[in-house]
């Protein structure tokens, strides 16, 4: 590491397993998950908050990693979409994400697995139109969101609404 740039010693918890790190207090949780976790399962898109390929659960709740600094995470529970052992919902959305066709190239899908995930955990309830808007803060580029709205439906089960046909 450079002389003269302030590091900390952090440890965090992901997916049930403890990591100690070394890290620039500016360090975001993304590049830290990546490049001194290891799970690469993580996306990079934008950096910018607005993709989502970056989503984490921070206590079982999304969380934009690309906009976080790691430093300020320790005794929190992360799960990333490598966690499947530890979350058996995550399992199940993968599982559902896959039966529905939900992906193409598979940038977006960590991100897209996440937020469900955490949509349960958070027991999310809605029609469609809410279900739309919710699926709206993560971008894919390739499916047309036919396969990732079915996918949603089985998983969270919102209430009809007039929209229904409108993604
Ligand atoms: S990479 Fe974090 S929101 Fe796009
Ligand atoms: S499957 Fe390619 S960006 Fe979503």
Redesign the pocket.
Known sequence: MPEGTEHRRVTLTVNSQTYEVDIEPRRTLADVLRDQCGLTGTHLGCEQGVCGACTVLIDGSPARSCLLFAAGFENREITTVEGREHDPVLAKVQQVIIEEDA???????PGFVVLLTGLIHMDWKGDESDLAAAMSSNI????GYQGLMRAARRLLEPTADSTSDQV
Not at 103 to 109: D, E, R
Request: proline share 0%; with cysteine.
């Open positions: 992906l193409q190239c598979g940038f977006c899908t894919c580029r390739c499916t």
